[in-house]
């Protein structure tokens, strides 16, 4: 299998390029409408055929790559319909699967950041790895204060989701602004702080961040609302 973790450096934003070597057919994780000629030379150069690129969730930070590549290479795009977003080709619901070659993604529903998270494990390689959006990040977890948020959800999501998964499953975040790139769910469970409270305490901290609003968020929403097309 292929794995590229790519960055967008200017909202730190990381991409995921997977793919089927023998069948040829790609993936792309929440992909950046800045970064679209990087992803068609790439999958020009590797000869791969991008089947699928999906959103772990509307995101507030930076406009998405799903309609320009739908447009560009004719590939399905999902997102979560609880976000309203009517442009894509399919809502991602908890338990399906999305297949590239003989690899698959397990969608999971992990509301809480916004309303319309998900997470995907991927299935058929050897090692496990999970694409955790922005509900886990690397020492931290998404903020929960905009988009339909909740800090309680949030919690169950970690906790009866993301925490049920095996300890030595590989963790790639949706972004990082320390430069740490990959994890582990038993790493998180010991080392991240927001892991280590009661869901009350969990609840008080999330609720009382008052966090500056992302830099690009009135253009990125509307934008994402429509695929990244307005
Ligand atoms: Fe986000």
């Known amino acids: ?3 590229r973790q790519l960055i967008d450096a200017q909202t730190s934003t990381y991409t995921y390029l997977l793919a089927d070597l023998s069948t040829r057919d790609a993936v792309l994780i ?3 409408k ?3 000629s990087l992803y068609l030379k790439l999958l020009e150069e590797l000869e791969l055929r991008l089947s699928h690129a999906l959103d772990t969730h509307v ?3 930076h ?3 799903l309609g320009m590549l739908r447009d560009l290479t004719h590939c399905r795009t999902y997102i979560g319909h609880e976000g309203s977003v009517s442009c894509s080709d ?5 338990g399906m699967l999305i297949p590239f070659g003989s690899y698959g993604l397990r969608v999971r529903y992990t509301p809480g950041h916004t309303d319309d998270s998900h997470c995907f494990v991927l299935e058929g390689a050897p090692s496990k790895t999970v694409f955790t959006g922005d509900t886990l990040l690397i020492r931290g977890s998404g903020r929960t204060d905009f988009q339909n948020g909740s800090s309680s959800d949030l919690y169950n999501s970690l906790h009866n989701i993301l925490l049920e998964l095996d300890g030595d499953t590989q963790v790639y975040p949706g972004h990082d602004y320390q430069g740490m790139t990959v994890s582990s769910i038993s790493e998180e469970r010991h080392h991240n702080p927001r892991l280590q409270w009661s869901k009350e305490e969990f609840i008080r901290q999330m609720d009382s961040l008052e966090l500056p609003n ?4 009135d253009i990125a929403v509307p934008a994402n ?3 990244g097309k307005s």
């Open 90 to 94: 399919e809502s991602l619901e908890e």
């Open 1 to 3: 299998m292929l794995f």
């Open 59 to 61: 995101h507030a930070d």
């Open 63 to 65: 406009v998405t790559a």
């Open 225 to 227: 609302l429509q695929c």
């Open 34 to 36: 800045g970064q679209v």
């Open 214 to 217: 992302p830099k690009f968020i």
């Open 30 to 32: 929440d992909p950046v």
